[in-house]
């Protein structure tokens, strides 16, 4: 069972590991070396704060310990390889280990967790290391809590881990912020990754949960410290934008025994309005910055049109169907082709909708998802087609891997009554 003290330390390693990693990258210059210092540090505070206590400056603390163990290293391995470019490189490390306060200077600190995350999230890695790496030095997850949130085993998870570090390092990646010649595209990596981890926390594509609010809080918070660390960026507050409105409905997208709940069945009133109102304001502030929204900050209007009806029923449907038509531009995306027939649905009648979802049937991109046939249930239903809507549900729930979700397709299509 786990003591205060050790619960304590779990916080503090969640908030504290991203800036300790980051500025141990940035002096040693190999993000693999710099985990294993700060897991070094974390192992120290495991031995020795139940003793002595959390101290007054947890961070610092971290940080110095890493320090002192990689000065230490340095120095064995400066006595063992005896090689003069090894030493001269090596000594360099050492002087800046050596400089006091190396963590208190605030913008070497967000220089530095804005390096980490550009790194993390380079194009050179696939997708999936990209967010596993993300979460393991930004998110401060182990192992274990990467491969329970994606349901994969943790050797897969540790295999990623170890091969996106390497990659990095035969890559040489820099430790940097990208030029302005090429942030815009670097940037929309690191977007990208933040947008998985929520979603997989918004609605689990397998397993039990429907949703998992820990991953989606994850992902919050580094959305959130990324828009402090780019101020400047509309899609960045677009994207925290979004997860601030989606996140403040989790609550209620769920019953008592865990089973789904549509927009159409939640309690609005278990909404988050503090979320919204933070979702509203970064979205406010995407537009300020940005004289055409992009995709995110569309689909955060898209959210804030959800957050600002008090039924769906007064939702303003024919705006959504607009902001749809600029996502579609924008994306060329079936997915959100599929999104804005529902909103058709609703705004314009089912029949329209119907046409719009048939329209989709041969995209390959859809054939096997799982909402498509979803959909199109939803739509027959409201036309009365009820003996084609349940075959359209029990399609569905054949191709959900969520056992939750599934579930649902499954009582509505006992619903349909045919």
Not at 31 to 55: C, F, N, R, Y
Not at 147 to 169: M, P, Y
Not at 301 to 326: F, M, N
């Amino acid at each position: 069972m786990p003591t205060a003290t050790h619960r304590a330390i779990d916080a503090v390693w969640r908030i504290e590991s991203a800036r300790l990693i980051a500025g141990l990258t940035r002096i040693v210059r190999d993000v693999a070396v710099a985990e294993d210092l700060a897991q070094d540090a974390l192992v120290a505070a495991l031995e020795q704060w139940p003793e002595s206590g959390i101290p007054e400056r947890p961070g610092a603390w971290l940080m110095a310990t890493a320090k002192r163990r990689g000065i230490d290293a340095l120095r064995r391995r400066v006595v063992l390889e005896r090689k003069r470019e090894l030493i001269g490189h090596e000594l360099e490390i050492l002087q800046q280990l050596d400089q006091p306060d190396l963590a208190a200077r605030v913008n070497d600190v967000q220089d530095d967790v804005l390096g980490l995350i550009f790194m993390t999230c380079h194009p050179v890695l696939s997708r999936e290391a990209r967010v596993a790496l993300t979460l393991r030095l930004l998110g401060g997850l182990s192992t274990p809590e990467i491969a329970r949130a994606f349901l994969i085993s943790e050797g897969t998870v540790a295999q990623r881990i170890v091969r996106a570090k390497r990659t990095l390092g035969e890559a040489r990646v820099p430790f940097e912020v990208p030029g302005r010649d090429e942030l815009d595209e670097r940037l929309s990596a690191v977007l990208e990754v933040i947008y998985l981890v929520f979603n997989e926390g918004y609605a689990a594509t397998a397993g039990e949960h429907w949703i998992r609010p820990a991953l989606c809080s994850d992902a919050l918070r580094l959305a959130r410290i990324l828009a402090a660390l780019v101020p400047r960026e509309p899609e960045v507050h677009g994207l925290l934008a979004l997860m601030e409105l989606q996140a403040s409905r989790l609550r209620a997208r769920v019953g008592p025994h865990g089973e789904p709940l549509l927009l159409a069945d939640q309690d609005r009133a278990r909404w988050d309005h503090l979320l919204v109102q933070r979702g509203l304001a970064a979205l406010r502030r995407a537009e300020e910055l940005s004289g055409a929204l992009g995709p995110y900050a569309l689909q955060a209007a898209i959210a804030a049109c959800h957050a600002q009806a008090r039924s769906v029923k007064e939702t303003d449907w024919p705006r959504i169907v607009a902001l749809y038509d600029g996502l579609a531009a924008l994306t060329g995306s079936p997915v959100v082709e599929l999104n804005r027939a529902v909103a058709v649905t609703m705004a314009f009648g089912p029949q329209a909708g119907l046409e719009l979802v048939d329209s989709l049937a041969e995209d390959s991109a859809l054939r096997a998802y799982h909402l498509l046939p979803s959909v199109r249930g939803d739509v027959l239903g409201r036309l009365g087609r009820l003996a084609e809507a349940r075959e359209e549900f029990e399609r569905a729930a054949d191709l959900c891997d969520n056992q939750r979700e599934r579930e649902l397709l499954l009582s509505r299509a006992v619903a349909c009554g045919v």
